[in-house]
């Protein structure tokens, strides 16, 4: 399938690319058709009352396409727009997508989220916490229905609140070392339990707790992916035909999972103390491994491959 790659996706880092420049290179060359496209100027009625810019896509570029010649509707969000915020268009294009999958049997059955966000846009805070609570319906009732839904996390604004909420709902997670996903963000755990206790300015203290390898190593996404276009069309192909069923006994399985999780790591105060938990060698060496060598260290976890989700 390497013939239907972007020439620029094994260069271009995902980290600095921009939405439409990530599903440039993720997607077949040329498959993409755009669902309200910037000239429908499908943009927010609220930032202008704060004196804002608005986008004409609202910073969520939806649509479908082809991924190794098979068909996929995409979602993916602008985190230089506004941190990628979920807000009342942005949400509702991406619910749309969602339900379409679920509801339109003309159009495909796997759903890809480029997730970029750091939560809930403040100017827009009621719609924005509504969005984020019909995606996570959306996602479930589509999955459901036996629609598989991807997340690929690695942009600036990581996945945090809603993004981090919606990406734990999908059927898998796919992530790179540059991402960073969690419920609440750095800065709100630091001013609401104080600098001592999280500093969010502590690069290496953020990355290793909430960073795509700490994240893989803990079994909170199902595949680690290069800083690279390349890196994430490679992840997904292979978590495409890996997603589990929706169901009872799929619940049931991540249950047991999460608490075995709690048994051997409930006790630990860092993430170093966590892989020492898990069995690994030298767990001090983690970050400075390359993509390689820490593929390696997760191919020989227990759990790191389960079909729970």
Not at 51 to 65: C, E, K, Q
Not at 92 to 98: E, Q, R, S, Y
Request: charged share 25%; glycine share 12%.
């Amino acid at each position: 399938m390497t013939d239907l790659k972007h020439p620029a996706a094994d260069t271009a880092s995902w980290f600095l690319s921009t939405a439409r420049e990530r599903l440039a290179g993720l997607l077949d060359p040329g498959s993409f058709a755009e669902f309200l496209p910037p000239t429908e100027r499908a943009q927010s009625p609220h930032l202008a009352l704060f004196d804002l810019p608005a986008a004409f896509d609202d910073g969520m570029v939806v649509g479908r396409g082809q991924l190794g010649k098979r068909a996929v509707l995409v979602a993916a969000q602008e985190g230089q727009f506004m941190g990628g915020t979920f807000a009342e268009v942005s949400g509702a294009k991406l619910v749309g997508l969602l339900r379409a999958a679920r509801e339109d049997a003309k159009l495909p059955r796997i759903v890809l989220l480029l997730l970029d966000s750091g939560g809930v846009r403040l100017q827009e805070a009621n719609a924005g916490e509504l969005a984020v609570a019909e995606v996570m319906r959306a996602i479930v009732e589509a999955r459901g229905y036996g629609v598989t839904v991807i997340a690929l996390v690695g942009g600036r604004a990581g996945a945090f609140g809603g993004a981090g909420l919606a990406a734990a709902t999908c059927s898998r997670i796919a992530i790179s070392e540059q991402g960073r996903t969690g419920v609440s963000g750095p800065e709100v755990i630091e001013t609401n339990k104080g600098v001592e206790e999280f500093d969010s300015q502590d690069k290496a203290l953020v990355w290793s707790v909430t960073g795509g390898r700490n994240r893989r190593l803990l079994g909170g996404a199902d595949a680690y992916a290069g800083d690279t276009v390349a890196g994430f069309r490679d992840a997904v192909l292979a978590l495409i035909d890996r997603a589990p069923p929706f169901d009872l006994a799929t619940l049931r399985a991540e249950q047991r999972r999460l608490a075995d999780r709690i048994v051997r790591l409930g006790a630990c105060n860092s993430a170093v103390e966590m892989w020492v938990a898990l069995g690994i060698a030298e767990p001090q060496t983690i970050r400075n491994l390359d993509d390689v060598a820490f593929a390696g260290i997760v191919k020989g976890l227990r759990g790191a491959a389960y079909e729970a989700r």
